[in-house]
């Protein structure tokens, strides 16, 4: 039991927790896990936690089409007094005026992002892919890693569910399926030390293949979250046991894959729109038709193509200011993901909500269709990831998850609705493809 005992790692921990980290690894079933982690959350940590979960839960997202963030201009205010990248850029300028920044930046030099208040000592950096492929560093902090549960938290009271807490429960187990993937257990101070591990679901993590149901059943995690990938390879396990809730990033998830899970692990599904820049963006709500903003300290905008707002309802790149991130505060980032701004009684949510850029297609007849005409015509079917090609001769080419193949025929039948009888091939996506994309190598027809 010692050996779970690491001050740094776990700065808190109880004989409670040291139990729980020992069930988790020492389980007969348990999976290899390639990788150490831990909170490294303080006492102090834990406290300035409970107060702005407190806080945010007594606060709501209140700003529209006709009134900006109470706290906007004293948060621009600070990051030109504190962030290097807009300090060297002298006076504090218009909101609208400030020139949009993008990945690109950051890649430059994310240095220049971080604020010179920003808590070096126990800075964590972590790097990232995204959608884009290209690697990006992004500082963190063990603080600022404990806020998406609260968030999530926030996002699951909106379905009626609640997290317990304690040291004798495993929370969340996080999933993935691929090759290689980083898995670790840990527990949440937050929840009184419940479990969590992320896992690989893959055989090559698992002594014998059965051992992945064995030891989830085991496990009887409230909260799986994933991306509907790794998630579409848990439904295929035969367990025993059911979560509370699933919760779907990384990805967009289709309706039809949405209504598999919930029927299959009679459980709701959240969809959360979230970035590693930003952490929990915004919730799908059925009621709402769209996803509801969570954070009440982010402003979104919708940009076009100049970096100019949008009227409300009209399609646009999704644009964030604020955060919880003190490490990486952003000033009017530019997502690389395209949506519409509609406001509810609930607040403002994102309607349409697409992680690519507006892409076009040509048809046979020589009309143009867009991508989100493919959503559509897909949406129904459970796919669990999907990506449609056309080359500059006209050609189409469907690309689907191996474990959505056998929804070949009807993909191509839905996919009629839109390109009529013009021919489309269909390929399984291989290890390189990892987003589902659209894309376009017609000389005209790409809107950028």
Known sequence: MNSYFDPERYPTLSEDGARMLKFLREHPQAPIYRNSSGNKLTSDDLNLLADYERKLNNSSVDW????LPQWLNTFVDNVYHDVPFYRSQGQVPQFTDITPVTRADFSRDITAFVPDSAPLDRMINFQTTGTSGNPLLLPSHPRIAATYLCFHRR?????????????????????????????????????????????????????????????????????????????SALKTLPLSTRPKALISVGMMLSQGLKNEFESHFSAPVLDIYSLNESGPVAVFDANLNGHLLLQPELYVEILDTEGKPVPPGQRGEITLTGGFNFCLPLLRYRTGDYASLAYSPEGPLLTGLSGRSPV??????????????????????????????????????????????????????????????????????GSEDKIMQYTSNLKEGTLQ
């Open 155 to 231: 996002a699951l009271r909106r379905f009626g569910i609640e997290l317990s807490e304690g040291p004798e429960q495993v929370g969340v187990v996080l999933v993935g399926h691929q090759r290689r993937c980083f898995t670790y257990i840990s527990v949440t101070p937050q929840l009184g030390e419940s479990g969590l591990a992320k896992i690989n679901l893959h055989p090559d993590d698992w002594t014998s293949p059965s051992d992945r149901e064995a030891y989830l059943d085991a496990l009887n995690a409230e909260i799986y979250t994933g991306d509907p990938l790794s998630l």
């Open 360 to 429: 076009r297609f040509l048809t046979q007849s020589g009309d143009w269709v867009n991508n989100i005409d493919i959503t559509h015509a897909l949406k129904s079917l459970p796919l669990a990831q999907f990506g449609l090609h056309q080359d500059a001769d006209g050609s189409l080419c469907l690309s689907l998850a191996p474990v959505s193949m056998h929804y070949s025929t009807a993909s191509l039948d839905a996919l009629a609705s839109v390109f009529g009888n013009q021919p489309i091939s269909v390929k399984s996506i």
């Open 64 to 67: 529209n089409d006709r009134q």
